[in-house]
């Protein structure tokens, strides 16, 4: 177990999922040091302190594949638990989320596994055969067991992502609305990742951040991490700076009541693009940017052969993709907050 748990994404990479029992083995056994790790399916571990601990931190990746910079240094965090190396004071909960689209390098196998947090798709019947789904199914079935009866009830949870476009910021976070009657979640932390800057959204989602934020009461965010390359092929530089931020916070005995994330620039979502045509695309000659400005009273989307759409005041646009499937979100629409 001790090899496992030191080569657990080489593992993932070459078992099949099925071989990923459930079981639990215990570091440094009565000692200050000992922690608990209990593997509750492939890729989804609990790490336990023996300190008692009420704050839990959830670091989940690889909801997208071929999103790897995080993959990579979740991996050595587990590792670098198990050996010693760093000193846990936090109940952990680490997902490695799409594991068979990490093996072939992609975003998803069969549907993006972002779009499947809701409480509608999850109560329905998996399809046969759809791996996203089942996928989905598992990992909040096994966040419900590990928070069942109010456990940890200090809980924080960051979704670690890589943008596949260029960024004005590339290290962005997007904070998930609550929904109106949520308990409000200001708790002590004690991580507040920076970053460059926030996107607040004002509409219900189904990223795995939005689910734990309305349904296991987190204190959660989406985290963008910059651009990351084939998995072990990411720069150092980018791995290290991850790593750094993150095992702060996993050290870190001083609580601050205070969001998860911190950045002094702030944008809240205006309006969301969809695709609705075949005729749909974005004008200009070079793909847009994350947070790039648009220019007020200039068309920049064209949404069906006879209709433009016209940029209204200060807006920046986000997540411009204009390849997603008919009826799905190509864009968001921010405004900055002014403080
Ligand atoms: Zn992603």
């Known amino acids: 177990m001790y090899t496992l748990l030191t080569n657990y994404l080489n593992a993932l990479l070459n078992e099949s999922e099925t071989a990923f029992k459930p079981v639990s083995y215990v570091c440094r056994q009565k000692t200050r040091y000992q922690v608990e790790i209990k593997q509750h399916s492939a890729g989804i571990l609990e790490l336990i302190p023996a300190t008692l601990a009420k704050h839990s931190l ?15 240094v979740l991996d050595k ?40 947090f809701t409480t509608d798709l999850l109560n329905k019947p998996t399809q046969a055969g759809n791996y996203e789904e089942h996928r989905a199914e598992q990992i909040c079935a096994c966040l419900a067991k590990i928070y069942s009866a109010g456990r940890y009830p200090f809980r924080i ?31 002590n932390t004690p991580l507040r990742y920076p970053v460059q800057a926030i996107i607040h959204a004002r509409k219900p989602s189904s ?7 309305n349904l296991l009461a987190c204190s959660s965010a989406t985290l963008e991490l910059g651009k ?4 072990y092929n990411n720069q150092s530089n980018l791995l290290r700076q991850i790593y750094v931020h993150l095992v702060e916070g996993l050290a870190c005995t001083e609580l601050i009541p205070r969001f998860c994330v911190r ?23 070079q793909p847009l940017l994350n947070f ?6 200039q068309p920049f989307v064209q ?21 997603v499937e008919i009826g799905h979100r190509a864009a968001l629409l921010l405004k900055k907050l002014h403080y």
């Open 58 to 72: 959830i670091l989940s990746c690889a909801v997208h594949g071929d999103e790897t910079a995080p993959i990579e």
């Open 77 to 116: 965090i587990l590792a670098d638990i198990v050996a010693g190396k760093i000193h846990l004071n936090s109940h952990l909960v680490i997902v490695f989320a799409n594991i068979a689209a990490i093996k072939q390098n992609k975003r998803y196998v069969d549907t993006n596994l972002n779009r499947l």
């Open 157 to 187: 949870h960051l979704d670690l992502h890589c943008s596949i476009k260029a960024s004005i910021y590339p290290i962005f976070a997007v904070k998930p609305v609550k929904l109106v009657g949520g308990p409000v979640l200001v708790y």
């Open 207 to 213: 990223t795995l951040s939005f689910y734990t934020a």
């Open 228 to 231: 990351s390359a084939k998995l």
């Open 263 to 285: 950045s002094n620039r702030h944008f809240v979502v205006s309006d969301e693009v969809i695709k609705n045509t075949e005729a749909f695309h974005f004008i200009g000659s």
């Open 292 to 297: 790039q400005s648009l220019v007020h009273g």
């Open 303 to 323: 949404l069906s052969n006879s209709n433009k759409q016209v940029s209204v005041g200060e807006q920046f646009i986000c997540f411009a993709n204009p390849d």
